[in-house]
């Protein structure tokens, strides 16, 4: 379960910005997650969970997941393109059928790059 390690890696990241800025206590922490990031929402969930039981500035602090759009980008035309349900953390490409990243909607021509959807962030954490 990957999740357990970059629950540590964030939390560690989170712990050093926590101690050089002077906080105590971090009660939320908020990230980006994209729905092709290949991250288990429930599976990070939980590898927060267990983090936060651990004594330090992140105890018991509260983890919010914030889904990202997948969005393309043509590489013909430059169209971009935004999936529906892309904003939805239960994404599936499988669910997805019209994720097609080698046709573009407007030229016809192709390939699209993805510009978004596959990011793991640290987007902030609130603090006292
Ligand atoms: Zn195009």
């Known amino acids: 379960?990957?999740?357990?390690?970059?629950v540590e890696a964030i939390a560690r990241r989170i712990e050093a910005?926590?101690?050089e800025r002077g906080l105590q206590r971090v009660q939320r922490v908020r990230l980006a997650v994209g729905p092709l990031s290949g991250v288990l929402p429930h599976a990070l969930d939980f590898a927060w969970r267990v983090r936060?039981?651990?004594?330090?500035?992140?105890?018991r602090a509260q983890l919010c997941l914030?889904?990202?759009?997948v969005r393309a980008r043509c590489l013909e035309c430059g169209a971009q393109?935004?999936?529906?349900?892309?904003?939805?953390?239960?994404f599936d490409q499988a669910r997805a059928p019209d994720l097609d990243l080698d046709h573009c909607p407007r030229?016809?021509?192709?390939p699209l790059e993805l510009v978004a959807g596959q990011e793991l962030?640290?987007?902030g954490y609130e603090a006292i």
Request: with cysteine.
């Open 1 to 6: 379960m990957h999740e357990l390690s970059l």
């Open 17 to 19: 910005d926590v101690a």
């Open 52 to 59: 936060a039981e651990q004594p330090g500035p992140l105890a």
């Open 66 to 69: 914030e889904p990202t759009p």
């Open 81 to 90: 393109r935004t999936w529906e349900g892309g904003a939805r953390l239960d």
């Open 107 to 110: 030229c016809g021509g192709g």
């Open 121 to 123: 962030l640290i987007l």
